[in-house]
């Protein structure tokens, strides 16, 4: 049976947007040393606004923004609906598109009537070797070390320009990790995006360990390497990519406003757009733990 301690715990956590998914996460989560952040979506609003084009030579942006946007037509991704957001702002006419690809961690492809449009990150352009890459590199590397993130468009192999993108940190961000961080915790941020961008939001949250460039699968062994060396990990994601690691963790936090994946791959649910949560939650725990002994 479940102790009342544990369900009343529960109930005072649900009041406050912390859904417990598994009643095991109130007690394990009283052991954890390490938590994952992931940026976009959780550390981050993940509302991100186009904040600079750069097309490349022969292209104009509206031109660059039109094929962008077919590419991202199918994505759930924050940055795909950034993307469409500014077409649509600038009321361009998208075409058309089929054979729509994810690839998570890397970006989406698409075919429209002009040919194959690709939109995603600087490993993805580089591992499908596009052509006139260099021009637009400068331009990245400059907005990058500005914190925003560049998104590298082609059309069949051919880049035709850069997308720069500004997200901002949760108000209650660097607060919560610091109220973490005097529970004991180690924080870490890991992302798919580079390390720019990575880095400036972790110096912005206070966050001292970056893990920039991951891979869904990336994240998924770095928590099984840390629990290999004994350590109790907890992953916040809220993105479908996210999904396989917030499994993994010995408590998955999944951030809502993500997508449903995510939801349903976490152990615990954070209603509220809000890494507090993660703090009354552990709090919780610990309480209820000391209680039941
Ligand atoms: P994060 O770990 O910050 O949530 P993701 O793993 O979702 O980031 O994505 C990593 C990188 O892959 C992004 O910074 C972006 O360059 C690229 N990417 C992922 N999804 C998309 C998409 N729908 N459109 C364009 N680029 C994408
Ligand atoms: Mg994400």
Redesign the pocket.
Known sequence: ATPISLVIAAGKLARRGVVIKEASALESMAKLQVILL????TLTEGKPCVAGIQPAEGWSAAALLRLAAAA?AK?Q?P??AA?RDEARRRGLVVPATEDEV?W?????SAECPEGRIT????L?AQQQHWSGLKRVMDYAAIREMQGE?V?LAALNDACIGAIALGDRLKPTSAQAVQALRQEGLEIWL?????VGPATVAAREAGISRVEAG???ADKLRLIRSLQQQGRIVAMA?D?W??APALAAADTGFAMAGGTDAALHAGHVALLRPSLLGIHGAVLASRLTVRNIK
């Open positions: 992931d940026k976009t979506g991202e994505s991704h940055y795909a993307v994810e998570p961690g890397y970006g989406v939109v995603g990150s600087r993805l993130t998104l890991t992302t798919g995006d580079s991951m891979l869904p994601g993105g990519n996210d």
